[in-house]
């Protein structure tokens, strides 16, 4: 019976070091919470800018009207959008960094560089799918676009990582999807999927895996 358990400790053993080799695992979950945080409160800055009621007509007949469409607000949209991006991206990293050293995994290797390149492929496409959206005046879909090339972003490259990204990725693309429904109230959905969905994933992250 020993001899049975010892072999199948082993086996265990062998399993985890080769899953540590093709996959990504040292996402943190704090920096889910983080990033949900960055992207609330980006939200709640663009909500103030534009001084309307999420729930008033006034506001879908505004974002869907092409009236938001001017540099000025279109240069605070972006700034205040690569601010949180940037914070997103430092936060996410250092913290991903410190739990690689904390467990004793490699920051850079075979599956750290597959899984980004599955996730960088959808989001730069994405991004320049919003670009044309932009460019021609189809403002109200930017949100939900972003959600959807997001989400697929995240399926894609959850083959390398942890299975809950995944989930992340359905709940995303199906929000994305929801929000072409309703495309005036496209920075709300941003809010949620970029937000409170990346929060409660950071903490479902750390009560599952970091405990």
Same mark, same amino acid.
């Given at each position: 019976? =020993?001899?049975?358990?010892?072999?199948?400790?082993?086996?265990?053993?062998? @399993?985890?070091?080769?899953?540590?080799?093709? %996959?990504?695992?040292?996402?943190?979950?704090? &920096?889910?919470?983080?990033?949900?945080?960055?992207?609330?409160?980006?939200?709640?800055?663009?909500?103030?800018?534009?001084?309307?009621?999420?729930?008033?007509? =006034?506001?879908?007949?505004?974002?869907?009207?092409?009236?938001?469409?001017?540099?000025?607000?279109?240069?605070?949209?972006?700034?205040?959008?690569?601010?949180?991006?940037?914070?997103?991206?430092?936060?996410?990293?250092?913290?991903?960094? @410190?739990?690689?050293? %904390?467990?004793?995994?490699?920051?850079?290797?075979? &599956?750290? %560089?597959?899984?980004?390149?599955?996730?960088?492929?959808? /989001?730069?496409?994405?991004?320049?799918?919003?670009?044309?959206?932009?460019?021609?005046?189809?403002?109200?879909?930017?949100?939900?676009?972003?959600?959807?090339?997001?989400?697929?972003?995240?399926?894609?490259?959850?083959?390398?990582?942890?299975?809950?990204? @995944?989930?992340?990725?359905?709940?995303?693309?199906?929000?994305?999807?929801?929000?072409? /429904?309703?495309?005036?109230?496209?920075?709300?959905?941003?809010?949620?999927?970029?937000?409170?969905?990346?929060?409660?994933?950071?903490?479902?992250?750390?009560? %599952?895996?970091? @405990?």
């Amino acid at each position: 019976m =020993n001899q049975q358990n010892e072999h199948l400790k082993n086996l265990s053993e062998i @399993r985890s070091l080769m899953e540590s080799s093709t %996959k990504f695992l040292s996402l943190s979950g704090l &920096a889910g919470v983080f990033i949900g945080i960055f992207a609330l409160c980006g939200a709640l800055a663009a909500y103030l800018y534009l001084s309307l009621d999420f729930f008033s007509d =006034n506001y879908y007949i505004h974002l869907s009207s092409g009236k938001i469409f001017n540099f000025g607000n279109i240069a605070f949209f972006a700034t205040d959008a690569i601010i949180v991006l940037l914070l997103a991206l430092t936060v996410g990293t250092l913290l991903t960094m @410190r739990k690689a050293r %904390k467990n004793g995994q490699a920051i850079w290797n075979k &599956a750290v %560089k597959k899984f980004l390149i599955n996730l960088f492929i959808p /989001l730069i496409a994405g991004g320049l799918f919003c670009l044309a959206l932009l460019f021609h005046h189809n403002v109200s879909l930017i949100a939900p676009a972003m959600l959807v090339f997001y989400g697929i972003s995240l399926v894609s490259a959850s083959v390398f990582t942890f299975n809950m990204i @995944r989930y992340l990725g359905y709940c995303e693309i199906f929000l994305g999807l929801l929000a072409c /429904l309703f495309v005036g109230y496209g920075l709300l959905f941003w809010a949620v999927g970029f937000g409170l969905l990346h929060i409660i994933y950071g903490i479902a992250m750390r009560y %599952k895996y970091e @405990r």
